[in-house]
T-cell receptor, first 112, second 111 residues
Framework: AQSVTQPDIHITVSEGASLELRCNYS??????LFWYVQSPGQGLQLLLK??????LVQGIKGFEAEFKRSQSSFNLRKPSVHWSDAAEYFC??????????FGAGTILRVKS | EAQVTQNPRYLITVTGKKLTVTCSQN?????MSWYRQDPGLGLRQIYY???????DKGDVPEGYKVSRKEKRNFPLILESPSPNQTSLYFC??????????FGSGTQLSVL
């Protein structure tokens, strides 16, 4: 069965510092991978997705993610974090059709 | 504006009192789905629908019902809510095999 692990429940970074959020997946075939962000009291917004091709994927708000098949990972990165990036981030894997299996989420705190 | 609309945004109810959370989309999407979000568990799929009159169970369907009588609407029904159904609920829609669009969520508390 498909699964997604986000090892870090909380991460705190200073404003302007770089960010990496970890995501590991379990899936038998070539995965479709996603990162979503949820701001407090808001729905989920798609940051980026990987279907095939270039393993480095660019998304919105300056985020990028790299698909590494050998490590079953799809880590999210941003070179310089802004206070407005404080939110909860979810990694997800496509599980056939439109179904997504989500990780437990990582809460990002940004300190000034 | 293309959107998925859920109502209500917040709901407090008591154990056993039937309730319905509505979901409507204006994008003519075939696929609709309900997820619940709980701390430490992420989002888990409750039910989904591939088209009108076609529904199927997700990973955590117990205690929930859905219906898909019209393409745009996909209500979530709790016939006899219990406290363990206190959660944040999201509706989503999509064209088949394309990306999901999520609603803003419904925070449900069952006392």
């Amino acid at each position: 069965a498909q699964s997604v692990t986000q090892p870090d429940i909380h991460i705190t970074v200073s404003e302007g510092a770089s960010l990496e959020l970890r995501c590991n997946y379990s899936y038998g075939a070539t995965p479709y991978l996603f990162w979503y962000v949820q701001s407090p009291g808001q729905g989920l917004q798609l940051l980026l997705k990987y279907f095939s091709g270039d393993t480095l994927v660019q998304g919105i708000k300056g985020f990028e993610a790299e698909f590494k098949r050998s490590q079953s990972s799809f880590n999210l990165r941003k070179p310089s974090v802004h206070w407005s990036d404080a939110a909860e981030y979810f990694c997800a894997v496509g599980a056939g059709g439109n179904k997504l299996v989500f990780g437990a989420g990582t809460i990002l705190r940004v300190k000034s | 504006e293309a959107q998925v609309t859920q109502n209500p945004r917040y709901l407090i109810t008591v154990t056993g009192k039937k309730l319905t959370v509505t979901c409507s989309q204006n994008m003519n999407h075939e696929y609709m789905s309900w997820y619940r979000q709980d701390p430490g568990l992420g989002l888990r799929q409750i039910y989904y629908s591939m088209n009108v009159e076609v529904t199927d169970k997700g990973d955590v369907p117990e205690g929930y019902k859905v219906s898909r009588k019209e393409k745009r609407n996909f209500p979530l029904i709790l016939e006899s809510p219990s406290p363990n159904q206190t959660s944040l609920y999201f509706c989503a829609s999509a064209r088949l095999n394309e990306k999901l669009f999520f609603g803003s969520g419904t925070q449900l508390s069952v006392l």
